[in-house]
């Protein structure tokens, strides 16, 4: 694969990236897709809009976020040097809030009163509020009860914020019937509204419209880390719940020699309604309207799935992410909870950096695989800050007093 022309060729025109993306919509919500595609392809290469965008990073979301050498974590560990990139320190605490502006900016553009979305871990929701405040629009998130229970001050953010909330109470309650729900209101709302995806899923173009306004972070993080330490890193891995955070990083490493991992949640085990590891366990099929790798029954249906972070909760990954699986170009692996806790209070303990617990599956990652090289240099995504988490980590692993952290591992 000729990396130099990726883009170019990846999504084609029907936004499939080789076998996995398309469209697979009821027929009543086909021109409401193919709308805000062209919307995108007509307004987001202009210079007006990319002027306004970059902007909006600058000044409102705090871009560019820093890359940190996390130089006790890395002692502690051995010789190996992990980095973070800092994507907790954009404006909401999360990476989410690089679509949610570009979402938001285009919804402008195209004359939209309403920004309709799913949400899980609750940071897709509190970005898309966020946006909607910011471009004085009206905003309505879907979010399964169990969610709602395990990330309460998201929810409070959400509300002070103006969203309206729609809690879902079928199924697992959790992040793919909050996306089931979402669509239902969007399929009756489109033609003043506009469907804001949390991640680098669902039907054309959100694939390709997420990647692209979460490139910035890999861009940046690429030349951060190359000004730093004059090289490129060895290995870049972020955690893959749908997608988002792990499509921006990678991209901008995908001609360079350097090693790629997507860190799935294992949650409790491999047993089918334990994990969320679509990528790892999971078979090609349909669901929310893309062709992606996804954890399904006999029948296809989609599997129960299970995480402590309730971003990585959802049965399939984004479709590129497929793509760069089947080429072998991104290596997929995976941290149970057990590991992302550990990497919860480790950061926070070395590092003074709480990381979302979504995060801290690529920070488990980096950890294992610090302690097994010598040499060489990590650069890990973190999409998030751990705030949201606090209370639910304290109730179930206490204050990590528990943990070990000795002077060297
Ligand atoms: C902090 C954080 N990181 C990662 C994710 C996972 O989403 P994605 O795979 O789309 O980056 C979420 C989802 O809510 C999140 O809140």
């Known amino acids: 694969m000729d990396y130099r022309t990726y883009f170019k060729e990846y999504p084609n025109e029907e936004g499939r990236f080789g076998e996995y993306g398309g469209s697979y919509l009821p027929p009543e919500l086909i021109p409401a897709f193919e709308e805000i595609y062209d919307a995108y392809n007509a307004i987001c290469r202009s210079a007006q809009f990319i002027s306004e965008l970059r902007r909006i990073r600058r000044e409102f979301q705090g871009r560019p976020t820093p890359v940190y050498h996390c130089e006790r974590l890395s002692r502690k560990l051995g010789t190996c040097q992990i980095y973070l990139k800092r994507e907790d320190l954009n404006h909401t605490g999360a990476h989410k809030l690089n679509h949610c502006m570009g979402e938001g900016l285009l919804a402008k553009y195209m004359g939209k009163k309403r920004l309709i979305a799913e949400t899980g871990a609750g940071q897709h929701g509190v970005a898309l509020a966020t946006a909607a405040a910011y471009f004085g629009l009206e905003c309505e998130i879907h979010m399964g009860e169990v969610d709602i229970a395990k990330q309460a001050p998201n929810v409070a953010r959400m509300r002070i914020l103006g969203a309206k909330i729609v809690p879902v109470s079928f199924g697992l309650k959790t992040l793919k019937e909050a996306v089931d729900s979402a669509f239902i209101s969007y399929a009756k709302n489109y033609k003043d509204s506009i469907y804001c995806i949390g991640s680098a899923l669902g039907p054309h173009p959100f694939p390709l419209m997420v990647r692209d306004f979460q490139m910035c972070v890999g861009i940046e993080a690429r030349e951060q880390f190359l000004s730093m330490t004059g090289i490129l890193p060895d290995m870049v891995c972020a955690c893959v719940g749908g997608g988002s955070n792990a499509a921006g990083m990678f991209s901008a490493f995908l001609g360079d020699p350097v090693e790629i991992c997507g860190v799935e949640p294992l949650g409790k085990g491999e047993t089918t309604g334990l994990h969320a ?117 304290i109730e179930h692993y206490g204050y990590g007093d528990n943990y070990k952290f000795p002077e060297t591992e």
């Open 277 to 393: 590891a679509s990528m790892t366990y999971g078979r090609k099929g349909v669901l929310h309207g893309f062709e992606s790798m996804l954890l399904q029954e006999a029948d296809g249906s989609p599997s129960p799935v299970y995480s402590i972070a309730s971003g990585l909760d959802y049965p399939g990954v984004g479709p590129e992410h497929a793509l760069w699986n089947q080429l072998k170009r991104v290596k997929y692996v995976t941290a149970t909870d057990e590991d992302a806790v550990d990497a919860f209070f480790k950061l926070s303990r070395y590092e003074g950096i709480i990381p979302a617990l979504e995060s801290s599956h690529a920070v488990a990652y980096a950890i294992r695989r610090a302690r097994q090289s010598k040499t060489g240099a990590i650069l890990v995504n973190c999409s998030g800050r751990g705030d949201k988490d606090v209370d639910y980590v």
